[in-house]
């Protein structure tokens, strides 16, 4: 698997590594995979004194430092979301200055008690409003695997930088697959939780109408288990908790999608990799159900929608809030700000309520299915520049996300667990993404059935993770 964050954990907790070493050989990669722009802004200084500190801890205090299940794991957060105090989030934009870094969220001090060890931010788009990671401000990000391929976005550099081995684990968001598509990409594992299941305060407000989520990208579905259950519950947001599901290991019937429509095809390798998936799920006695195009065509239409109509009336609420001086925005930023302020409150008010339509739409689905198991990227990685930000065609701009992942949206409009995986690699050598949908609070069952696909051995990463043996 060339590791992963537990395997590293436990180099350090047994003694074979120590954090500040750890830490060290992680600057030493960061410094090493630069040209492929995964880090916007890094600080060692603060990596380092987290890392002794949590040396000290090892020694002082040792059944504490026991506890953390990420004990001295050196880590970045994202250019986006948060804030993690000490590193000052700009959102990819000229229109905040990399100064301060406020107080820490409430994720974010769930991040630093489970025992990472941040050290920077990883590249987003300005504002988060693409699938590429290519900011004006740069820098440019760039897939490990193929550096003419974008990393995807908006937690492109996050992925990036977990796909090279500079970290092992990375802190990413996800409003309308910005975990899943960069995941897909780069080949790793990527969740976006069910809505509520993560805290976004304090200060989250309407938090992008619920369709916001925040965790990671990882390269084991081991460690987007632990990941999960350490930050989750008591999210004190604007929705409760999920419920806890009993969880059970019984035969599932697995709802198989191996459509995206006629507007927005899906590459033949593609499909045939969901197909595999089905097929090596079936060997487990789960039974596999077809799934039309025509049962998911309404929701998949109006969850873009409302991806669109939410990302743009906030950022124009944003922009008039905090008095940001719009005129250095890029092209595209500014046209959605105005796509926002000139959206009618009857309009808005007609997106939310398809988004509430949407989800008991699906959870109509899980009336006949246990999971849904689909496609997370029409094809490979695009290339550099797919995606560009000097116009102002905001529709344009979302046709060719739709394009690219035709079913990312619709778990972050419809508030359920999603998670997208490698389930091989095409001629290029690039991987071959899956994804799994379940009912909400489900996360137990679809991440053991995420590892179930995960133990067939269909993709190796290319790059060891820093700090262990290649």
């Given at each position: 698997m060339q590791g992963d964050a537990t395997e590293l954990v436990a180099a350090i907790r047994h003694g074979s590594l120590s954090a500040a070493e750890a830490m060290q050989i992680s600057l030493?990669?960061?410094?090493?995979?630069?040209?492929?722009?995964?880090?916007?802004?890094?600080?060692?200084?603060?990596?380092?004194?987290?890392?002794?500190?949590?040396?000290?801890?090892?020694?002082?205090?040792?059944?504490?430092?026991?506890?953390?299940?990420?004990?001295?794991?050196?880590?970045?957060?994202?250019?986006?979301?948060?804030?993690?105090?000490?590193?000052?989030?700009?959102?990819?934009?000229?229109?905040?200055?990399?100064?301060?870094?406020?107080?820490?969220?409430?994720?974010?001090?769930?991040?630093?008690?489970?025992?990472?060890?941040?050290?920077?931010?990883?590249?987003?788009?300005?504002?988060?409003?693409?699938?590429?990671?290519?900011?004006?401000?740069?820098?440019?990000?760039?897939?490990?695997?193929?550096?003419?391929?974008?990393a995807g976005g908006s937690s492109g550099g996050a992925a990036a930088a977990v796909a090279a081995g500079i970290v092992a684990i990375a802190h990413a968001t996800d409003a309308g697959g910005s975990i899943r598509v960069p995941a897909a990409c780069c080949g790793l594992v990527g969740m976006?939780?069910?809505?509520?299941?993560?805290?976004?305060?304090?200060?989250?407000?309407?938090?992008?109408?619920?369709?916001?989520?925040?965790?990671?990208?990882?390269?084991?579905?081991?460690?987007?288990?632990?990941?999960?259950?350490?930050?989750?519950?008591?999210?004190?947001?604007?929705?409760?908790?999920?419920?806890?599901?009993?969880?059970?290991?019984?035969?599932?019937?697995?709802?198989?999608?191996?459509?995206?429509?006629?507007?927005?095809?899906?590459?033949?390798?593609?499909?045939?990799?969901?197909?595999?998936?089905?097929?090596?799920?079936?060997?487990?006695?789960?039974?596999?159900?077809?799934?039309?195009?025509?049962?998911?065509?309404?929701?998949?239409?109006?969850?873009?929608?409302?991806?669109?109509?939410?990302?743009?009336?906030?950022?124009?609420?944003?922009?008039e809030a905090a008095a940001l001086e719009e005129s250095r925005a890029e092209p595209l930023t500014r046209a959605f700000a105005r796509r926002g302020r000139t959206l009618s409150a009857t309009a808005l008010w007609k997106t939310l309520n398809d988004a509430v339509l949407v989800s008991h739409a699906v959870w109509g689905l899980f009336d006949t299915v246990d999971c849904i198991l689909m496609p997370m990227l029409a094809s490979a990685p695009l290339a550099i520049g797919s995606f560009p930000s000097d116009h102002a065609d905001t529709d344009l701009h979302l046709e060719r996300m739709t394009a690219f992942a035709p079913l990312a949206c619709l778990a972050n409009v419809s508030g359920f667990p999603a998670l997208t995986l490698p389930f091989g690699q095409d001629q290029h050598a690039m991987p071959l993404p899956v994804q799994l949908m379940m009912p909400m609070g489900h996360e137990p069952r679809l991440l053991s059935l995420a590892a179930r696909l995960e133990a067939e051995g269909r993709w190796q990463h290319r790059f060891p993770v820093a700090g262990l043996p290649s």
């Open positions: 030493e990669a960061a410094a090493r995979h630069a040209p492929l722009g995964a880090i916007a802004y890094l600080d060692g200084a603060i990596g380092l004194a987290a890392a002794q500190a949590c040396d000290r801890e090892r020694q002082s205090a040792p059944e504490h430092f026991s506890a953390r299940p990420f004990a001295g794991v050196p880590t970045l957060a994202k250019d986006l979301g948060g804030p993690f105090r000490g590193l000052p989030v700009t959102a990819g934009s000229r229109l905040f200055e990399r100064n301060g870094g406020g107080a820490d969220s409430e994720l974010a001090s769930r991040f630093r008690e489970a025992g990472f060890c941040l050290f920077g931010l990883t590249t987003s788009p300005e504002f988060g409003l693409s699938l590429a990671s290519e900011p004006a401000i740069g820098p440019v990000c760039r897939n490990p695997l193929d550096p003419t391929r974008t976006k939780p069910t809505r509520g299941a993560i805290p976004g305060g304090p200060s989250f407000g309407n938090h992008l109408a619920g369709i916001a989520s925040e965790l990671a990208v990882c390269r084991s579905v081991r460690d987007t288990a632990l990941i999960f259950n350490r930050l989750s519950g008591n999210a004190r947001g604007p929705v409760p908790d999920p419920s806890p599901i009993d969880f059970d290991t019984g035969r599932l019937r697995i709802g198989l999608l191996t459509d995206t429509g006629p507007a927005h095809p899906t590459e033949g390798d593609r499909l045939a990799a969901v197909a595999d998936a089905a097929r090596a799920l079936e060997k487990d006695g789960h039974v596999i159900v077809p799934l039309a195009w025509a049962d998911f065509e309404w929701s998949v239409a109006a969850s873009g929608r409302a991806f669109a109509d939410i990302v743009s009336v906030n950022l124009a609420a944003l922009i």
